[in-house]
């Protein structure tokens, strides 16, 4: 598995209204490939699965690295 299938199968994860951080999601996906990657890896990942699935993923606090999976 690669980051970018890691970060969509966790995003995937996520339910309608859940909060995290950026840092979380690339623990997240580094257990489940095994990689270490920077966080801002699976934030770019992240931009592609909205765009992707439509699903609905807002940055509530830019300084602190904080999204809400919003529908």
């Known amino acids: 598995m690669n980051l970018k299938q890691a970060t969509f ?3 995937d994860k996520y339910r309608d209204g859940q909060r995290f951080k950026g840092i979380d999601l690339a ?3 580094q257990f489940l490939t095994g990689k270490t990657c ?3 890896t699976p934030l770019r990942h992240l931009r592609e699965y909205r765009q992707r ?3 609905n993923v807002i940055n509530v606090d830019k300084r602190k690295s904080i999204y809400k999976v919003a529908g």
Do not use: H, M, S
Request: aromatic share 16%; no cysteine; proline share 8%.
């Open 27 to 29: 623990y997240e996906v």
């Open 53 to 55: 699935t439509g699903r």
């Open 38 to 40: 920077y966080p801002a």
């Open 9 to 11: 199968q966790t995003l």
